[in-house]
């Protein structure tokens, strides 16, 4: 049982380059979310899904985009990178019932943006 | 709106010392409230939770929360800390929905000297 799995570890990204974040768990957790992390601030959500084929913004959702195809796989999107994009990412999930509270992170993507 | 405020940002204290991390929250609906550990370059792990009932929660590491609804607080404490416990604590907030989103306070960094 691996829980959720992030990739890569590290990318460097030219300015206006894109990639995909993977992200993948094997928990069959409904619920799947993506979070940046800058330092001082916090955690903030950029978006989530309540199940295959939904998916919904957060807080900071400007620049990216997601999908969920399946309930195992969460893969978050940036088009166009800029530098404020630059940032630790954390994938999430959670399952239902009072399980819903509790969220389970996979290991981070650290993304640097030059 | 729900906020979450960790009141201080840095907390270096000696080993065996206790310690008390202070979080503060606001929300207009019921909360559940978490604290989230983070360890150098890992994602988050659950140190504990309250849902409902007694509001003296304990978690894992010998770590234990009060919640306080009059003074809208969730400080986290450990009667005596270890070189171990050194990392970053991060308050989180949830409302009663269906999403199980989660609101983070900005982190307090524990910093335990021998």
């Known amino acids: 049982n691996a829980g959720v799995t992030q990739t890569p570890k590290f990318r460097i990204l030219k300015i206006g380059q894109s990639m995909t974040l993977q992200c993948t768990q094997d928990m069959n957790h409904n619920y799947m979310y993506w979070y940046r992390q800058d330092p001082g601030m916090g955690l903030k959500l950029i978006y989530y899904?309540?199940?295959?084929?939904?998916?919904d913004k957060g807080e900071v959702p400007n620049g990216y985009n997601v999908s969920r195809s399946t309930t195992e796989d969460f893969p978050l999107r940036l088009e166009l990178a800029a530098p404020s994009q630059t940032s630790v990412y954390f994938c999430a999930s959670s399952g239902t019932g009072l399980g819903l509270n509790e969220q389970f992170f996979g290991p981070g993507t650290r993304l640097t943006v030059l | 709106a729900q906020s979450v405020t960790q009141l201080d940002s840095q907390v270096p204290v000696f080993e065996e010392a206790p310690v008390e991390l202070r979080c503060n929250y606001s929300?207009?609906?019921?909360?559940?409230l978490f604290w989230y550990v983070q360890y150098p370059n890992q994602g988050l792990q659950l140190l504990l939770k309250y849902l409902s009932g007694s509001t003296l929660v304990k978690g894992i590491n010998g770590f234990e929360a009060e919640f306080n609804k009059s003074q809208t607080s969730f400080h986290l404490r450990k009667p005596s800390v270890h070189i171990s416990d050194t990392a970053e604590y991060f308050c989180?907030?949830?409302?009663?929905?269906?999403?199980?989103?989660?609101?983070f306070g900005q982190g307090t960094t524990l910093q335990v000297k021998p």
């Open positions: 989180a907030v949830s409302s009663s929905g269906n999403t199980g989103k989660l609101i």
């Open positions: 929300s207009s609906v019921s909360v559940y």
């Open positions: 899904s309540v199940g295959a084929g939904i998916t």
